[in-house]
Structure formats: C-alpha cells, structure tokens
Nanobody, 128 residues
Framework: QVQLVESGGGLVQAGGSLRLSCAAS????????MAWFRQAPGKEREFVAA????????DYAASVKGRFTISRDSAKNTVYLQMNSAKPEDTAFYYC?????????????????????WGQGTQVTVSS
C-alpha cells in the first residue's frame, strides 16, 4: 500500500507562486509513474502534469504548460508541483496520484483510471 499526502496549498494572488508537495509513505513511489490532477467545483477531475518513474520524462496540460513544473525527489519519496504565474482559473483541489503497477518501459500516464493511489487533496485558491 501507498499513502500519499499533499501539502502546500493555500491562497495566492494572480501572478504568484506556490509549491505543492506530495509525500509518500508505505511502499516507495520512487519507481512509480506519478501525476497531479485537479478538480474545481462542479467540474470533473482533470490532468495537470505527469512524471515518469525515472523522472526524465514530464508532460503537462496545455493550460499549465510553461507555468507549472513537476519534479520528484526519490530520496525523499516526494513529488512536487511548482506553480508559477498562477491564474484564477487554476483554483481547484489538487491531487497527486501514483500507479501500483509499473511496466517494463518507463512512460507517462494521463488518465485517472490509470492510477491506483490518491492523496486527499490540497486546496489552491488564486485571487484576481
């Protein structure tokens, strides 16, 4: 089992920055592909960013590309989401996710059904 705990959310002004953290306990996530998703009120959970288990591949939703950066620190069993140039439309609950199964070829994953472990989420509010 893997437990994921997000932190770092809060209130930020438009144009500001936040860094979200996702700390894992239980089994290591250092060799698992991971991702960040977000969900705004009344909307479906959507993909934000993904990182491969080796950390050498990343990808982003078009809406955050160039502003957000996903990274991982395997020694700390933690994944991060650096949010820069925040916009009001970034307001949502942010969730990190990890896969239980890892394929023989490292790759990225983009869909909620591809992930087995989820954190409880952290609220991000961007004021205009």
């Amino acid at each position: 089992q893997v437990q994921l705990v997000e932190s770092g959310g809060g209130l930020v002004q438009a144009g500001g920055s936040l860094r979200l953290s996702c700390a894992a306990s239980g089994r290591t996530v250092s060799s698992r592909p991971m991702a960040w998703f977000r969900q705004a009120p009344g909307k479906e959970r959507e993909f934000v960013a993904a990182i491969s288990w080796a950390g050498d591949m990343t990808d982003y939703a078009a809406s955050v590309k160039g502003r957000f950066t996903i990274s991982r620190d395997s020694a700390k069993n933690t994944v991060y989401l650096q949010m820069n140039s925040a916009k009001p439309e970034d307001t949502a609950f942010y969730y990190c996710a990890a896969r239980a199964m890892v394929g023989s070829v490292d790759r990225l994953y983009y869909y909620t059904e591809q992930f087995d472990y989820w954190g409880q989420g952290t609220q991000v509010t961007v004021s205009s």
